[in-house]
């Protein structure tokens, strides 16, 4: 009763405030009105208990995302438009099994950021607050393993996002699949994701839409999943010291060693 009473808070103000005014809401006030943050602090404590680093990537169960958004700083106020996710099992994507959604904002979107995504402040109008989108993105992981393409920009913006609910932070993991790329390839001096998916003859369709490229990033991520296990790489702790390795070898060979 106490849960339905606070959901249905948080549609009233999602409804009646927008995301301006929630925003300026206090730490305090946004832990009442975002009932996700309780479930948060409790997958906290399971991610704790989850071992990504020794489960057999062909049976590893990730959720490759990707955000567009209207700048590249979140903590100077730009804002996520758009979240897209799509699951995938080891060489397996999951296409079915996707997640999209815009996200109100009241930051005015960039000409160039509209002309690339397609996203207008017309189609923001109607789409749920961070709030919602986050209650619903954390439903949809789970704690399952995220992976996406250079992922520092979703990372910080996960990060601030969750900060700004009044969570306590963002404590999943998330796999950059460019740096997995290193294995395969440790020479190559471009790392975007059509470079990247052009090793595997993948088309790069949809960009710069959140599920197209997290679309995308999947089909790279299974195809980097089936070259890493055909070189005896069978856990993400296999990976991270081959690119250790790969990483040890590219500086002594540029200190002229043997």
Known sequence: MKFQAVAQRMKQLSERVGSHLYAALSSREKREVWPQASF??????????ENYLKRPLNELPVVVFDVETTGFFPEQGDRILSIGAVRAVGQHILEEDSLYTLVRSDVSIPREVSQLTGITEDDLASAPVLADVLTQFFNFIGTDLLAAHHAGHEKAFMQQAVREMGGRSFQHRIVDTS?????????????????????????????HHALGDALLAARLWTCLVQDMTAKGINTLQDAYLALSLNKNNFVINNWGGD
């Open 179 to 207: 740096f997995l790329v290193r294995i395969v390839d440790p020479a190559l001096k471009q790392s975007s994701l059509e470079v990247c998916c052009s090793l595997y003859n993948i088309k790069p369709e949809n960009r």
């Open 40 to 49: 948060l602090r409790q997958l906290e404590k399971e991610l704790r208990e």
